[in-house]
């Protein structure tokens, strides 16, 4: 519970950018920690993009857009990174060696 508000990991807002350590891994899992062994996870909800050539003002908090896209560098398809090149073992074995995502 931040002032301004947000973000929501889970549910709670369709607008605002929600954070969280990946898999809920490691000390910092939470969304107001500064740092995270494994990094972060960021959801972006469709109600807060912006219109292309437009970006989120300081207020977005509270109204407007809160991201956008500047550039697409690569899609994937998700049974090619599952399944193709078994993300889910070299991601696993990085949480649990706790020094971020070496293999993945």
Excluded: M
């Excluded at 560098?73 to 993300?87: A, E, G, N, S």
């Amino acid at each position: 519970n931040t002032k301004p508000p947000g973000p929501h990991c889970f549910g709670g807002d369709d607008r605002l950018v929600g954070r969280e350590g990946s898999f809920s891994a490691g000390d910092g899992e939470g969304r107001c920690v500064r740092e995270n062994h494994v990094g972060f996870w960021y959801g972006l909800p469709k109600k807060g993009r912006c219109p292309a050539g437009e970006a989120p003002g300081k207020d977005a908090w509270s109204s407007g857009c809160t991201w956008s896209l500047k550039k697409r560098v690569k899609t994937i398809r998700q049974d090619c990174l599952l399944k193709d090149q078994d993300y889910l073992k070299y991601c696993k074995a990085d949480v649990l060696e706790k020094k971020g995502f070496t293999r993945s």
